[in-house]
């Protein structure tokens, strides 16, 4: 495994594993899977429904809490309704602090809620406090206004949704980059059959999936790929034995075509999803 140091001294993993989606028996068993796999950091949300059934599968797996660095988001109403919902998350997830906790989305009273998300990390119960899906307009906004710099945004990222220009921002901040979708949700914008990443796969004796998670991690963007298959599990984690050179960064880098699948806010479902809220 490889880390990332946030801007608060915290060492994180630089590779997760996500559990959008998952839910009951299929959740609680794809985290044991992945934990005994060797992943040591676990993406939830409160939004996800499945913190309970996460906090199943990391006693699954018999592995220590401390071994482990679990990440979940908060989806807020309010500054009281952040600090009750943290407290909620921590029960169902069987445990007395957080690793990472993220404000889901910049929907609502970001600001009240982040405040309530200082005061967690004042008391010790969240380790490092974040953001997700925050446009470098209301990162910058949240920074000059606020007295702890988040240490990570949380943003789809993946070969066609670089976000480069984002990057310059974050790097600015010293805010870590962490990709939500690094596999496009499942080949959904066919970056599979890309044909330098194909070529790549050739080269390494890997799958375009292995390629696409190392091209991001070597451009020290964290992943929480997700997956219920345990030889998918597997695959994903197998990317630290190989490296692309300069030059197929370089090739890479060129395929971005900045378009998001869902992290865009002028996409219709992004909308509608904020309205249920
Ligand atoms: P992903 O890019 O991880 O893709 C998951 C899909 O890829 C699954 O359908 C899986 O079957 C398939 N897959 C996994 N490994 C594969 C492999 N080796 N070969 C072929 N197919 C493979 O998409 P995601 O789950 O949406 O994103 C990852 C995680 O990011 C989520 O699970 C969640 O934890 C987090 N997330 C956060 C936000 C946010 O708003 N902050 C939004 C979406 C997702």
Redesign the pocket.
């Known amino acids: 495994m490889e880390y990332l140091t946030l801007n608060n001294g915290v060492n994180m993993p630089i590779l997760g594993f996500?559990?959008?989606?998952l839910s009951g028996e299929t959740c609680t068993n794809s985290v044991a899977n992945a934990i005994q796999a060797g992943y040591r950091m676990i993406?939830?949300?409160e939004a996800y429904g499945n913190e309970k059934e996460v906090g199943d599968g990391i006693k699954k797996s018999g592995i220590e809490r401390k071994d482990l660095f679990i990440v979940t988001?908060v989806n807020f109403k309010s500054y009281e309704h952040t600090k009750e919902t943290v407290m909620k998350s921590l029960e169902n997830l069987r445990t007395d602090y957080i690793d990472l906790m993220?404000l889901?989305?910049p929907f609502a009273n970001y600001y009240a809620a982040w405040r309530g998300l200082e005061e967690l990390y004042a008391d010790g119960k969240i380790k490092a406090i974040d953001v997700?899906?925050f446009e470098p307009d209301q990162l910058l906004d949240l920074i000059a206004y606020n007295k702890i710099v988040p240490a990570v945004n949380?943003i789809?990222t993946?070969l066609y949704c670089q976000r480069t220009d984002e990057r310059i921002w974050l790097d600015k901040k010293e805010v870590s980059h962490m990709a939500?979708?690094?596999?496009?949700?499942?080949?959904r914008n066919d970056m599979?059959h890309e044909p330098a990443v194909n070529a790549l796969s050739d080269k390494y004796g890997k799958?375009p999936?292995q390629i696409l998670l190392r091209f991001l991690t070597q451009k020290k963007i964290a992943v929480?790929?997700?997956?219920?298959?345990p030889e998918?599990i597997k695959?994903?984690i197998n990317i630290f034995d190989f490296s692309l050179t300069d030059e197929e960064m370089t090739t890479l880098s060129a395929l971005d075509k900045k378009t998001a699948l869902?992290?865009n806010p002028e996409t219709p479902e992004l909308v509608e999803f904020s309205l249920t809220w």
């Open positions: 996500g559990t959008f989606m993406d939830t949300a988001k993220l889901h989305w997700s899906n949380q789809e993946n939500y979708a690094p596999l496009g949700q499942g080949n599979f799958t999936a929480i790929p997700r997956s219920t298959q998918h695959e994903n869902i992290g």
